[in-house]
Structure formats: C-alpha cells, structure tokens
C-alpha cells in the first residue's frame, strides 16, 4: 500500500511527458518530439507512446530539413551553405541520439548525413573565404570587422584550411580601434592611490574583453610597443577634498527605573529591591569626509577631437565613535554602552587611504560608462 502514491505520481508523470511529446508533433516541433521520444525510450524501452512518436516525428524531422536545404540551395543568399551546414549538423545530432537509444532502433532507421554536412562544410568554408578575402581588401574598418567575422567561422570549423587563421588576425588587428589610458594628473602625495585607481580601469577594460575590436594599453605599452593609437583616453580629477574632519561630542543624562538595586530579607525570603540608576554619558563622533568629481574624456587621435565627455562623482565618509560616562551602567541603552567600550579615538585613516575609498564609487561608474561605450564599437 505505500508503494500506490509513488507508482500513481510515476504514471502521472509518464503520461504527462507522452502528451508533451505528442503536443510538439502536432504543433510542427518535430525536433522536440524526437528528443523527447529518444529520452522516454532510454527509460522505458517498452513506451508505446513514444514508440509511435518517434515514428511520426523522425520522418517528419528529415523532411523538414531537407525541404530547408532545397530552398536555400535555390536561394542567392551568399551564406545559404551556412544554413545548409546548420540544417544537416541538426539532422547528424539526432542521427547519433538515436544510436545511443537501442530501442529507437527498433522503430526507426536514421540517416547518416556526415558525407552531405561534409560537403555542405567545404563550400561554406570556400564561399566565406572568397567573401572575407574581398572585405580585408577593401581597407576600411567596418569591412574588417565582417572580413574577421567570416575567417573566424572558418576557423572554427577547420583550424587549418589555407591562411584563414592568418587572415582572421589580419582582419581584427585592421578593425581594432587601440585606446591609450592615458596617465591620470596628480599631487605627488596621492600619485601612488591615483595610479592603483588607473590601474584598476586598465584592468577592467582588459578582463571585460568589451570588444574583438577595442583594446586598450597603457602610455608606456603604446610606445614601447610603437603601437597605432586611434583614441585616447584621459582622466583628471577636477577637485577632491581628503580628510575633512568634524568632531562633536554629545552629553545624555540617563534615568531608568524599576532596575534591582539590591535585596533584603523577610522573615522567610529574600526579596529584591527595585530603584531607579542614573549615568551621564558623554559619546564622541569623529566623521572625516572625502569626495572628488573625476573629468573623462575620449579623444580622437588623429584630431584630438572629444568624442565623449562624462563627470563622475565620488563620496566617502569615515566615522569613529567612543565615549565613557560617570554613574551606573545599567542606565545606558545597547548603543551607547557599543560606544564606551572604547574610551578613545582610533588612529586616523592615511590621505591615501581615504582617496581610494573615495575613488571606489567612481569606479564602479566609469567602468559602466566605458562598458556601455566601447560594448558596440
């Protein structure tokens, strides 16, 4: 008897993936049907239900991309090997599913369309190569971008075929707009925080891999590497204030009742007397502020005209507090006895550290400034 709700939601289960099959079929999904027949024969082997699914669907399936392949072969469409490729890729992923599923074998006779993706494979490679070769001839960047489009597809089907991996490198290096990060204008007691924030975008614009076509390299890379700088990147802080401080001390005479003073004896117990306990507490908040407004720019290089302009706004505040107080503890809230477990102030944070911290929330905007820029270039 407890065995009755598994076996009853196992059926329920069963019969709900018979009709999801059987709804993709009819609704012209062969490629679903299939898998999903293919999937319940691995697991029932037995499954009537997706015994005739798979039946219906197979045949269903090959006409379908067959039919495809026909009208892209009629078709003008220079990529249509492209779509013959895919369509037959399709076709040889169902024809290896149903080899690993013994009892599909037993309903159905897949095609084996390797020799056919083969030969679809050769004329896609030759077709993107005459096309990629006639973009990098033309010279300008945005014919680059498609000419590495095609030798990276080719690549990536056959490594080796021809110059196709020289050419796709060719095609990126002449489409690549190279942005210089230009060093960042600072006191000299802040140039070590000022170049750990420049670093950090150099990093960032590197890791994010914003483009195929952007890279960015820092001023000493661009001339020890002669490299061909096409913008230029500068930052400069307009204004920054570190370390304001402001302290202010804060007195609370503090009353509470009904708090055990003490105890005293009746003739057969001990009773515990209530009172009211007072304290007077002094509490100190050392608040030091910091913020800055940092100026971005991205020029062209050849006219050093601005391309894009953007203000940036930073804001730390660093606070201590302590205090003590004279009279009876109890008196004191939660807060204020956190307070005067410490009596002192803490050691000031360094300038450079509070410029860093400053510094924190620009960076998180102009490296979402700089990804919304370059992402479709």
């Not at 230009?182 to 994010?208: G, H, K, T, V, W």
Request: overall charge neutral.
């Amino acid at each position: 008897m407890k065995a009755w709700p598994f076996l009853f939601l196992l059926a329920l289960l069963t019969f709900a993936q018979c009709k999801s099959g059987k709804k993709a079929l009819k609704q012209g999904n062969y490629e679903t049907a299939v898998f999903d027949a293919l999937d319940r024969l691995k697991k029932a082997p037995n499954n009537d239900n997706a015994r005739e699914t798979l039946a219906k669907a197979y045949p269903a399936l090959v006409n379908y991309y067959l039919d495809l392949n026909q009208r892209a072969l009629a078709s003008s469409d220079v990529l249509k090997w492209d779509r013959i490729y895919d369509n037959y890729e399709a076709l040889s992923a169902v024809y290896d599913e149903v080899l690993r599923t013994p009892a599909a074998q037993d309903v159905i006779t897949p095609t084996d369309y390797t020799n056919e993706k083969e030969q679809a494979k050769t004329k896609l490679i030759e077709a993107r190569y005459r096309l990629g070769t006639a973009e990098l001839a033309k010279g300008y960047r945005e014919n680059a971008k498609i000419a590495y489009d095609h030798f990276l597809r080719i690549y990536t089907l056959d490594p080796t075929y021809r110059d196709a991996e020289d050419k796709m490198y060719e095609a990126q290096s002449a489409a690549t707009i190279y942005v210089e990060v230009m060093p960042i204008p600072m006191q000299r007691a802040y140039s070590l925080s000022c170049d750990f924030f420049q670093n950090q975008i150099l990093e960032f614009a590197r890791a994010e891999n914003l483009s195929p076509f952007v890279q960015f390299v820092s001023s000493v890379e661009a001339k020890n590497q002669n490299l061909r700088i096409d913008q230029i990147l500068l930052m400069e802080f307009d204004d920054f204030v570190v370390g304001n401080a402001y302290e202010k001390e804060t007195v609370n005479h503090q009353t509470k009742d009904s708090v055990i003073i003490g105890t005293t004896k009746l003739a057969d117990s001990t009773v515990n007397v209530y009172g009211t306990v007072k304290a007077e507490v002094h509490t100190f908040r050392r608040t030091i502020s910091s913020n800055g407004t940092l100026d971005l720019r991205i020029l062209n290089k050849a006219d050093q005209g601005v391309l894009t302009q953007r203000k940036f706004t930073g804001v730390f505040e660093y606070v201590d507090e302590w205090g003590y107080y004279h009279g009876d503890e109890r008196a004191l809230d939660k807060k204020e006895k956190d307070i005067c477990k410490r009596n002192k102030p803490l050691v000031n944070p360094l300038p450079n550290d509070l410029f860093i911290q400053f510094t924190k929330p620009i960076f998180d905007q102009v490296t979402r400034y700089i990804r919304d820029y370059y992402k479709e270039i």
